[in-house]
């Protein structure tokens, strides 16, 4: 795709600080980083989502993720981490080209993930009955 960052990060048009690399996944570190060590890990094939990604290309992602986060947490001195993946604008996804967020972890860091909301078990299970 000619307008995705990402896209043109991965031809190497764009700059950016490379971390990891095979043949299908390209790993980076995030500008905006929720603490140092955040990477990017991004298929090299433009795919907008997690709906649209080819499942070679996920495996791939899947078998970087923690290749990556072992050294992540290695550099940084962090023992935890999240993986988190925004999955369109109203997820927070911001560029429209899937990539998974590797996120070290440090304590009193003041990043909180979301609370979730209560639910009835019937609510529960009416849902469960649908999917």
Known sequence: MNDCLF???ISGELPAYIV???ELV???LDIQPVNPGHVLIAPKVHFADMLDIDEKYLCAIGEAIPK???KVLEAVGAK???VGVNNGELAGQLIPHLHFHIMPR???DGHQLFKG???SSNDLRDLAAKL
């Open 80 to 82: 935890d981490f999240n």
């Open 106 to 108: 440090f304590e009193g």
């Open 7 to 9: 896209c043109k990060i």
């Open 68 to 70: 990556v986060a072992r």
């Open 117 to 119: 909301k209560e639910v």
């Open 20 to 22: 990891y690399e095979d």
């Open 26 to 28: 390209l790993g980076f």
